[in-house]
């Protein structure tokens, strides 16, 4: 099927899939002797389990970091992701949960300090003579 037909059945649009192939997340689609992408079944999958990843809150690096890997998540979908064997580095997800319980560190400390802020009376200022 042709990239509209494709989009569309994914929920997305052709656009999106440029942007994917793009960025590594889509290998380069079959072309048509025109040069028209060409998209099968499998693919459709994939590009819904590329949109699905960055729903999770993913970034478009975070799943070209694993885009080698996602074949793997389709053929297996109760294949649990993200947790590394013992003595490995901390996988993409680990990562990302990571850098989103520091973001909502930096957050709470912020709203914090303007809540103080607004709740601190107002300094006296000079007095009138």
């Not at 729903?55 to 690096?61: F, I, N, P």
Request: aromatic share 2%; charged share 30%.
């Amino acid at each position: 099927m042709r990239i509209g037909d494709a989009a569309a059945a994914a929920g997305t649009t052709p656009r999106a899939l440029r942007f994917y192939e793009e960025r590594g997340l889509l290998p380069p689609p079959l072309r048509t002797t025109t040069g028209q992408r060409v998209y099968a079944e499998r693919d459709l999958a994939r590009i819904r389990a590329v949109r699905r990843l960055l729903s999770l809150g993913l970034t478009v690096e975070d799943v070209r970091a694993c885009a080698d890997r996602i074949d793997l998540l389709l053929a297996d979908p109760g294949r649990r992701c993200g947790t590394p064997a013992p003595g490995e580095a901390p996988g993409v997800v680990q990562l990302r949960i990571d850098a989103l319980d520091a973001e909502i560190t930096r957050l709470t400390a912020l709203r914090d300090s303007l809540a103080r802020r607004i709740a601190a009376p107002e300094p006296a200022g000079p007095a009138a003579p």
